[in-house]
């Protein structure tokens, strides 16, 4: 037994230990009911909490500059993962060694906070059947003049709780995302969407406003949705093919929120799916986290292929049941809003508002090669690109979509990084609305046009015909119905091919580098979306639409690049 004068001694950690390793290495019925106990017995002069570390971060607390937190174990009485992380980007990423840090399952920490000392063990588990559990015991001197109790509970302790816990319950250049069956906040996908605002953001101006307008005022309109008495949730789907601006739209939501003084926290469900538990269960999860956050912004990418048949009323008793969802913003994302249940999608007070994000228009094409123009002005100063290119590329990348236009812009800048001249482009240069071969465009002889001549006047039916009368040539094969179909589909797609269109170029621009560079790679990406053969798939009972043709094409081709290396 030890004494509370002698809190650091190395016998009680290492009897600890042993006997939570002994209950780690046996059948076992409810860890922390028995880590508890253990405690109890093996620190009396101590008062025993319990907490969740989920809510009630207490190391990143420490980690803040909020507390200190040192840690005590020796070879023997502590267990962890031990984990190296790169460091930097790039260069310094290739030289640096890295980091290497600790996934505590069992350590022990002495802990201080505003005057007053504390144990802490943290320990990580996992009960048969349950997702892991994370969670901390905190152990405070029962003879401490700062420690009486209230209702059986230290004060000292209760009071680090709830400066902990309202810490931990904002972000702190953060994310929380859902993914396994629990939550974690995650620092690597603020990093990724920290850089995105909605200046990089290229969408139709009405369209563009309207979403920030409804977005920020939800959050602006508390008082008003009360003096009405409305319940103040709301939801938003974005839908529309992949590359035309879902994505970059929730990142610069996630930063616009987080910029606010009232900080608004989102958070990213990635799937529903866990080993141990139900996708019921995830829900419950998902929605419990969203009321504990609210007000906040939860965001489900992709939710036809989230919500399926098994678990929608599960999942809309979570969306309008009894449970108060006040400050809740959902945004779902889908790229086939046809698949989408009706009950999600059509039902009001649910999904109220929706956003089709189609292929861009030429007036957004131009804003985009706007955008970059400024992007690339600002870095460098000897590039030539008037403003008049911006109408001339809007026009020369009809049908792009701004996965495309992405694409086309960096081809662009890499041709311009590796040093192309103007010559480099003379043995491509070809008509742009036609391409055909000089010999294909010469006057046809007279022989030619009797021979097409004399094919007008043969039949070509599969079989011998009755109304044309012209006369059936003995070696005119037979043609299958298939086979005739198979043709048809064939001439179809010939006039489905992706061109690039006629555009006159003004005769001051004509040898502008940069436009000859982008022409280039304009008509690059336009032969690989037509080497590229997509997949013959149907969305529903209707047959891929142009733009999920565009869409598809895009993938296979980046696909089939990357895999060139």
Known sequence: MSSANE??????????????????????????QRVLNILRQEYPEYRVTVVDAGPCSLLEFAAAGKAEAVFQADD????????????????????????????????RFTYSWEGKDFLLFHLVYRDNYQPKTCCFYILHARDASSSPTTDGHCAATDALILAAGKWSSFLHEEIWVFDNGYWEKSKEL???????????????????????????????????????????KRGIILHGVPGNGKTVSIKALINSLYSRPDQVSSLYVKSFETKCNTEQYSIRQIFQQARRCAPCLLIFEDLDSLVDDNIRSYFLNEVDGLESNDGILMIGSTNHLDKLDPAI??????????????????????????????????????????????????????????????????????????????DDFEIVEWAEADSAPEDELAEPTQQAIEKEEDKKEVCTCAVKCKDCGKPVPSSTPAVSPAAAAEKDKEAEAKKKKHVVPAVDIPEHLADNLLLKVLRYQIRTLVAEMDSTEPEKWKSGKKEMSASEDFAMRYRMMMNRRAARG
Request: hydrophobic content about 40%; overall charge positive; charged content about 25%.
């Open 345 to 422: 999608a059509k039902r009001p007070s649910r999904f109220d508002r929706k956003y089709h994000f189609k292929l861009p228009g030429e007036e957004e094409r131009k804003l985009y090669a706007e955008y970059w123009r400024k992007k690339l002005l600002a870095r460098n100063d000897g590039l030539e690109f008037p403003e008049e290119l911006c109408g001339v590329v809007a026009r020369l990348t009809e049908g792009f979509s701004f996965a495309y236009l992405k694409e086309l812009w960096v081809m662009a800048l890499l041709g311009l990084v590796r040093g192309f001249k103007g």
């Open 76 to 107: 023997e009485s502590f267990n962890a993962t031990r984990e190296w992380k790169p460091v930097g980007t790039g260069i310094e990423k290739k030289t640096h060694p890295g980091t290497l840090n600790d996934d505590y399952h069992f350590a």
């Open 7 to 32: 809190p650091f001694s190395s016998t009680n950690i290492t009897a600890v230990y042993s006997r939570f390793n002994d209950h780690a290495s046996a059948q076992r019925v409810e860890t922390k």
């Open 190 to 232: 603020f990093r990724a969407v920290s850089g995105a605002s909605w200046t990089d953001v290229i969408l139709a101006p009405a369209m563009k406003s309207s979403l920030i307008a409804d977005v920020s005022g939800f959050f602006d309109a508390q008082a008003l949705y009360a003096q009405y008495a409305v319940p103040w």
